[in-house]
């Protein structure tokens, strides 16, 4: 069977407390509307078309690359079937399914049952919720269901009814096209209300087939920014539990928040507070200790993070330790057993296996062999104040605390630097340099006294 896609995406969504359109506010980095879109789309509908009115333009803006959807302008929000209306030009199929912009976890499974089950005529998903003020009660008599009432227009008996109307229908077209034309405004909100159709259907014999939701994240619509936060919580808590089950050590699914892709192999175990970004790839038995902020990063076998690093676009070898407080940003690329302890940042810089910066460095544009040391305080003077200039440390060299190393500048094979050493020119293989003044006493010197 056939179909076209209606979403409706033209409220403001007050409650939102925001000027942007509440459809293309996010949820873990994507709009709700790129959400049920997407979900859409694995329907193979004919065509989807997004009834919108507040903040068209940004809407339309935000989608133009998007060939596979249409728009339909609904200038005056005058209710769901109101809604409905301004896309009917568009319809060609033999059904049409309806989803809200604003209703954004809604899955294909249960699409795809209720299109199932709308084969009759007319189907909708409706869900049994304890709670059920402010939502269209589901009508029954005999088991059958008989029409919707909207909330402001229930009496006490339908008050107290808690099957609901989730909004979400598959209509056969021509049929749809002739309930729309017979709906007026007569009701509480004087709004053309889309759930008139239902009893227009039952007074032509047409049966109205249901779906019943189970989880009500799936078909929950979101008015508050707390609603918006509630399902974004669901949506990472679900990535979270998907590790889980594949064998990742995840101290608590609460306090993860994977916002891009996060791939893991096995043996991996990632403690609390820890954010993802882009694309992350944590090899294999790599621990991730407590708050780690780590983004478009791969961290090869068995390589150990502990607490409060911040690590962005770099790639980490075998058997590294890493932290607490590092900050590791782009073009930095580790070998194997590295280690960069406290207040030590690293940028543009390669380190191969076996050396170490343990403590407070600035170390960028540079070049580190192996089984190099560098001492606390270290710093590689790479900018000039215009441009940036590289650092080369050969294999086996040992430089001193407090030192800086004004680039260009090789330090060679072997080196050690001495404490404190300002250093401006290459060194030579195997020898100590030191630049530092020679430690005198004064003799004649007395502190300063307060007058
Ligand atoms: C609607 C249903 C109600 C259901 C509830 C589920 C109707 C009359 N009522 O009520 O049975 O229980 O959803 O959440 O359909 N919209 C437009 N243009 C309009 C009006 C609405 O695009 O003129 C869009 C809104 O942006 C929103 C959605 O349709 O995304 C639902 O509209 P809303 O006014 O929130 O309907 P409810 O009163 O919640
Ligand atoms: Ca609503």
């Not at 994507?30 to 959400?35: E, G, N, P, T």
């Not at 050969?394 to 800086?404: A, H, L, N, P, R």
Request: glycine letters at 8%.
């Amino acid at each position: 069977m056939t179909i076209d896609i209606i979403i409706l995406a033209a409220g403001k969504g007050t409650r939102m407390k925001s000027e942007l359109p509440k459809v293309m506010h996010q949820i873990d980095g994507q709009s709700m509307l790129a959400r049920v879109i997407t979900t859409a789309k694995t329907l193979n509908p004919k065509k989807i078309i997004s009834v919108i009115g507040y903040g068209a333009d940004i809407i339309k803006k935000q989608f133009q690359n998007d060939q596979a959807l249409l728009f339909a302008l609904q200038e005056q929000q005058l209710g769901t079937g109101h809604a409905v209306q301004q896309a009917l030009p568009f319809l060609s199929e033999e059904f049409t399914l309806i989803l809200y912009g604003d209703v954004p976890l809604i899955s294909k499974s249960l699409l795809e049952q209720l299109v199932k089950i709308s084969s009759s005529g007319l189907g909708l998903i409706t869900f049994e919720k304890e709670n059920p003020t402010g939502y269209g009660r589901i009508v029954r008599h005999q088991g059958q269901i008989q029409k919707i009432t909207e909330e402001k227009d229930c009496d006490n008996l339908e008050k107290q009814i808690k099957e609901i109307n989730t909004g979400i229908m598959c209509i056969k077209t021509d049929l749809l096209i002739n309930w729309l034309g017979k709906i007026d405004n007569k009701n509480a909100q004087q709004e053309y209300y889309l759930t008139d159709i239902i009893a227009l259907a039952v007074s032509d014999k047409i049966k109205v087939g249901h779906v019943l939701a189970k989880q009500e994240h799936e078909i929950q619509g979101v008015n508050s920014v707390i609603e918006l936060i509630s399902l974004e919580r669901i949506v990472l808590q679900d990535k979270a539990k998907q590790l889980i089950e594949a064998g990742v050590r995840i101290q608590d699914p609460n306090r993860i928040d994977i916002r891009g892709e996060l791939v893991c192999e096995e043996g991996v175990s990632i403690d609390v507070g820890c954010i993802f970004e882009g694309q992350v790839f944590l090899k294999k038995n790599v621990s991730v200790g407590p708050y780690n902020i780590i983004k478009d990063t791969t961290i090869n076998e068995a390589s150990h993070l502990q607490a409060f690093n911040h690590i962005d676009s770099a790639l980490i070898g075998k058997q590294c330790k890493i932290g607490p407080y590092t900050r590791i940003r782009p073009g930095s690329e580790l070998n194997q057993d590295v280690h960069l302890g406290n207040f030590v940042e690293t940028k543009n810089t390669k380190i191969d296996d076996h050396s170490k910066v343990n403590h407070l460095s600035y170390i960028g544009d540079s070049q580190i062999g192996k089984n190099v040391n560098v001492g606390a305080g270290t710093i590689t003077c790479n900018y000039d104040g215009a441009n940036k200039h590289l650092t080369t440390i050969e294999d086996d060299v040992f430089i001193g605390s407090d030192t800086q190393l004004i680039a260009p500048v090789t330090i060679k094979k072997g080196s050690t630097i001495g404490a404190g050493s300002t250093i401006t020119k290459d060194t030579e293989a195997n020898k100590l340099t030191i630049s530092r003044a020679q430690q005198v006493t004064i003799e004649s010197w007395d502190r300063p006294k307060k007058k």
